[in-house]
T-cell receptor
């Protein structure tokens, strides 16, 4: 089973709202990732967690706050977003953070009004 | 700056033909190479991974890797309209054994015409 799940599928929020995106995998993977993808562009890496510790932050603005409560779960907390943050947010996981295959979830389509 | 370049596309082939997608990468230290298929509005789906020089076949898909030329390709035989999608080449790079990340090419849009 190579399934990564994400909730919600769609999210519309105002610039003053606080919301969270959730990601879950039950493959025993120890690396999890957040990506942002704009239309007609490739995914852009935001954060990497390895063994529940943040290992890479690609200089993402602080209005995005990741959290890894345990090895199966990954959250992305959103606060005071801008309209240009509207995008498809993708979670992925891999066995470890080495040269392994990454499997993507279905994504959350975020619209910031 | 580690870069991954793909055919600019779009690529259009008739049903039943072979579609050839190409990718070059700049980091000689890259160790793993992936092809993802992405349908419009959906997330990327891993279709092939390749780690060593040569060919790797999986059904109608063949990935080819040449590390000396820093080149990886994907061949799709007997193309079907359902293969119409954007194909993303991704290369996994790391800095001295850490900070592994996938670097994606911009993608090639493939259209298979019935």
């Amino acid at each position: 089973d190579t399934e990564v799940t994400q909730t919600p599928k769609h999210l519309v929020m105002g610039m003053t709202n606080k919301k969270s995106l959730k990601c879950e995998q039950h493959m025993g993977h120890r690396a999890m990732y957040w990506y942002k993808q704009k239309a007609k562009k490739p995914p852009e890496l935001m954060f990497v967690y390895s063994y529940e510790k943040l290992s890479i932050n690609e200089s993402v603005p602080s209005r995005f706050s990741p959290e890894c409560p345990n090895s199966s779960l990954l959250n992305l907390h959103l606060h005071a977003l801008q309209p240009e943050d509207s995008a498809l947010y993708l979670c992925a996981s891999s066995q470890t953070d080495g040269y392994n295959e990454q499997f993507f979830g279905p994504g959350t389509r975020l619209t910031v009004l | 700056q580690k870069e991954v370049e793909q055919n600019s596309g779009p690529l259009s082939v008739p049903e039943g033909a072979i579609a050839s997608l190409n990718c070059t990468y700049s980091d000689r230290g890259s160790q793993s190479f992936f092809w993802y298929r992405q349908y419009s509005g959906k997330s990327p789906e891993l279709i092939m991974s390749i780690y060593s020089n040569g060919d790797k076949e999986d059904g109608r898909f063949t990935a080819q890797l040449n590390k000396a030329s820093q080149y990886v390709s994907l061949l799709i035989r007997d193309s079907q309209p359902s293969d119409s999608a954007t194909y993303l080449c991704a290369v996994n790079t790391g800095n001295g054994g850490s900070n592994y990340k996938l670097t994606f090419g911009k993608g090639t849009l493939l259209t298979v015409n019935p």
